[in-house]
């Protein structure tokens, strides 16, 4: 064990004292220390002559002994590939350096980002909340109760661990939670993830991007909707955009309308994209429900709001010709890198 202490010591200094300078020196080291005949292969053949209880200590001081020679190796490395670039300089500093790349944004980001833009132009503000919702929040505070047949209209994900939770499957539940805070008036923008118990396809996804806004002020009136509504589409699809609304239905809103705009493609001529309509559905809106501002102790003779709901990923579709909804998380590059040039 002693004479074994002593070698060690007396290689670890001639290994560190070993000056390489090149890859000739780097491949004379490694031969001698490191090689299958080498010294460190040669000198644990002797621990066939260490006593048993000492084998354990001899093998540790041995390991460390391999470990500071590699060690030595990996630190010169870099002139073998030098040698195997035919010996030549591997780093020249006059040339220009390798771009690196450093990423896009996503196109439902761009759009997101374009949406809350023309929102707060008009005083309005961004508001988050979560995506794992309670049912209050995501249903019954806006007038869908546990039976009401409204819910069908969302088929919903719910967390095992708790009946009560679900994944939201819309971002008015944000609605829910800024109203319940109880200061107006309320001017915000919804913007997040959203999920559904759909099957993926190019049209569907279980998961997809919502954008909401909520206005409630005293005399807030539906010409209000309208015109807000109106800037936001001649911003983002241009001045000669025009709109229509439709009557529909939501349970949180009354009177509830879709509202639909020119054909971003064809411009209201007919093309395959708005089914020859020459119209395309972008958004569904309202005003809010009395009775869902009582729900937060609003008093809906004083205060009155709208709000409206968009798909991020339908705006997307329409103002980039997106077909197929799978794209937006596939994370495919060539995809992806398509939209590099749309914001700096
Ligand atoms: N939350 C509705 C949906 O997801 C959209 C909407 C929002 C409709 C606000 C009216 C008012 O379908």
């Known amino acids: 064990m002693e004479a074994l202490k002593a070698k060690v010591d007396a ?32 000198i644990f053949g002797m621990m066939k002559d260490v006593p048993g209880p000492q084998k354990k200590e001899a093998g540790q001081l041995l390991n460390s002994l391999k470990v500071q020679a590699e060690a030595h190796y990996a630190a010169h490395e870099h002139l073998k590939e030098g040698a195997a670039a035919g010996g030549a300089q591997v780093t020249d500093p006059s040339l220009p350096a390798v771009p690196v790349s450093i990423g896009t ?9 374009q949406i809350v833009g023309i929102f707060e132009k008009l005083g309005f503000v961004v508001a988050e909340g979560p995506e794992i919702e309670d049912d ?32 939201r499957t819309h971002t008015s539940s944000v609605q829910a939670r800024i109203l319940e805070e109880g200061e107006l008036p309320v001017r915000i923008i919804c913007p997040g993830r959203v999920y559904r118990n759909e099957t993926v396809s190019a049209r569907a996804h279980c998961f997809f991007h919502q954008c909401e806004g909520l206005y409630v002020d005293k005399n807030v009136s539906f010409a209000d909707l309208k015109q807000t509504l109106y800037y936001f589409v001649k911003e983002m699809f241009g001045e000669h955009t025009k709109i229509r609304f439709r009557p529909s239905y939501f349970p949180f809103t009354e009177p509830s309308a879709e509202m639909d705009i020119s054909c971003s493609v064809c411009g209201g001529s007919g093309c395959s994209l708005c089914k020859h309509t020459g119209w395309v559905e972008i958004l569904g809106c309202g005003m809010v429900h009395p009775d869902l501002l009582r729900n937060f102790r609003i008093d809906p003779e004083v205060y009155t709001g709208f709000a409206f ?19 937006y998380s596939q994370n495919d590059i060539r995809f992806l890198r398509q939209f590099e040039q749309v914001l700096p």
């Open 309 to 327: 709901g968009m798909g991020v990923e339908r705006i997307t579709q329409l103002k980039y010709q997106v077909n197929d909804l799978r794209l």
């Open 11 to 42: 290689l670890l200094q001639e290994i560190a004292g070993t000056t390489i300078t090149d890859a000739a020196t780097l491949e004379q080291y490694r031969i001698k220390y490191l090689g299958t005949k080498g010294i460190i292969k040669d």
């Open 105 to 113: 944004r996503h196109p439902l980001r761009i759009v997101e980002n």
């Open 136 to 167: 209050w929040h995501n249903f019954t505070s806006l007038n869908m109760p546990e039976d009401h047949t409204a819910r069908d209209m969302q088929d919903t994900f719910y967390v095992s661990q708790n009946p009560d939770w679900l994944l």
